[in-house]
């Protein structure tokens, strides 16, 4: 068994002793947990750089899921660091603006993204490590302590003010996190997980891959979301057992399968059987799309209800009943509460803000203690947004208390943020954004503008300008021109007034 020193990151430690078990797969390869640890210690070695520890030293890094992204994963923690993962899709603005955020001392690329990335470090006076040149130094016999209080990770999140905040999380909640999940959704190292998500939001961190590896189970990934990628690997006749996807991809995977044969439907609907759980999050699941899932695949997806700042707070039954529309219970470990307008617990059936406490709640917003105090209640509650109703013990989200945050294909994005980014646009002197409900990525992204005298600006133009500036999921997909946007008599934009401009889209 492998040699695990004491007091190794809680994930490394407990994952390590499940040493020739496949850990990750890709395409042809398999790489074991032995693998993942021999790896990441040469990368932690390659860190330190004859330091003794990282001591909380943010290090960013770019490279695509895979063996290598978890390795450089482990190699940050074991090395003391705080692991800060960049989006592999993001623009190089998006990256600047977290590198700077973070105050990051290391930057790592790998692959094509290095080219992309070291430009962007160069201009903030970092030099940026090619992740390939990590995994050839030598072990070292030592490696620092983590104690599980220790600050593990910083994600990047949209909120309501037009910057986005950097969530740390400690080693101690990533562990609650995960083990939270574990003991609801029965993992066990006889697990095989497909993993098709971003390997920057919490959903495709903690949920599909550290649980994975927290188990001993095996997490193959594919390098991005395709419909018909996904569902010729669900064809193959071996051992997925479980998937977890945003309410997106499921709806992508419905409409491949509606273009399939009689008999490659039968086929996709019979391999859907070998698994035992499919779970949806990270945005509202259509009631429609979990019908039309159920009577493809056989399963009524499970919903369940999270945040990056606090991990996963609700969740439908493993066993038991799944109530489409609902979100289920507080999972293990989660304390949650409803507060109505006047402070007080909503009477049932009314609505109130979902305000959580426990183990798995985030640290601070990285920097920012006016925003992580305003973010708690006086007694201690983090305050979600999310308005919620409680049916006999089961919630239902009702949606968010600020009309600024837009849900799209899973990700959360501020309309503030895009605002702001917008007005840079030399021929834009005032703009709205606003989010369209849409069955299939929740909300669309859309933008009501104002132009300056005689300038003309087309959906297509914007989306090209917009995306060298914004991750792709926040660059609008609906646009309106106007004379002027709706206003109250205080000169303030009305919002609900800006939606009915794109009713008719
Ligand atoms: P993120 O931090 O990006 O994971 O976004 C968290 C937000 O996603 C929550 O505050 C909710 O607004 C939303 N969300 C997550 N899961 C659900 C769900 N099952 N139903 C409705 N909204 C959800």
């Not at 993962?85 to 990051?104: F, I, K, R, T």
Request: net charge negative.
């Amino acid at each position: 068994m492998t040699d695990v020193p004491a007091e190794s990151p809680p994930l490394v430690a407990h994952a390590a002793q499940f040493d020739d078990n496949t850990a990750i797969v890709m395409g042809d390869r398999q790489f074991s947990y032995r693998d993942l640890f021999e790896q990441s210690g040469r990368v932690a070695a390659a860190l330190l750089d004859g330091r003794s520890d990282l001591q909380e030293a943010r290090v960013a890094f770019a490279v695509p899921p895979g063996f290598e992204h978890v390795v450089i994963q482990w190699g940050i923690w074991r090395a003391g660091g705080i692991a800060v993962p960049l989006a592999v899709m993001h623009p190089p603005a998006e990256w600047s603006y977290v590198l700077q955020d973070a105050d990051v001392a290391i930057v790592i690329a790998s692959g094509t993204l290095f080219h992309g990335l070291l430009p962007v470090a160069a201009e903030l006076g970092l030099s940026c490590v090619p992740g390939e040149s990590l995994y050839e130094r030598p072990l070292r016999s030592h490696l620092p302590p983590i104690e599980t209080s220790r600050r593990a990770m910083i994600l990047y999140t949209s909120g309501t003010t037009s910057k986005p905040k950097g969530v740390v999380s400690t080693h101690g909640m990533i562990a609650a996190q995960i083990q939270s999940l574990i003991d609801a959704w029965e993992w066990t190292e006889r697990d095989v997980i497909l993993h098709c998500l971003p390997l920057h939001h919490i959903h495709g961190i903690i949920n599909v891959l550290c649980c994975a590896l927290w188990s001993g189970a095996r997490c193959e990934f594919v390098p991005r979301f395709d419909a018909d990628l996904v569902w010729k690997r669900f064809l193959r006749p071996d051992d997925l057992t479980v998937f977890m996807a945003v309410p997106t991809i499921y709806s992508q995977l419905i409409q491949a399968w509606q273009n399939f044969t009689e008999e490659e439907k039968q086929a996709a609907t019979a391999a859907c059987q070998k698994f035992r759980l499919m779970v949806s999050g990270s945005a509202a699941l259509p009631v429609e799309v979990l019908e039309r899932w159920r009577s493809i695949a056989g399963h009524t997806l499970l919903e369940r209800y999270g945040m990056t700042e606090i991990g996963m707070a609700l969740s439908n039954p493993l066993h038991g009943e799944r109530r489409p529309g609902h979100v289920g219970t507080p999972l293990p470990g989660v304390e949650l509460r409803l507060v109505a307008e006047d402070g007080d617990e909503p009477v049932a059936g009314t609505p109130g803000e979902i305000q959580v406490r426990g183990n798995t709640v985030f640290e601070e917003y990285w920097q920012r203690p006016e925003a992580t105090a305003g973010a708690f209640s006086k007694d201690g509650w983090f305050q979600t947004g999310d308005i919620g109703e409680c049916h006999e013990g089961h919630i239902r989200i009702l949606g968010r208390n600020s009309v600024d945050i837009i849900k799209t294909g899973g990700y959360k994005v501020s309309a503030l943020e895009i605002e702001a980014r917008l007005r840079e646009h030399p021929w834009i002197m005032q703009c709205a954004v606003v989010g369209l409900d849409d069955v299939q990525w929740g909300q669309l992204v859309c933008a009501a503008i104002e132009l300056q005298a005689g300038c003309d600006l087309g959906l297509r133009e914007l989306r090209v300008w917009g995306k060298e500036r914004l991750a792709p999921y926040k660059v609008p997909s609906r646009l309106k021109v106007v004379q002027s946007l709706p206003r109250n008599a205080m000169g303030k934009v009305v919002k609900p007034e800006v939606l009915e401009l794109f009713s008719d889209s």
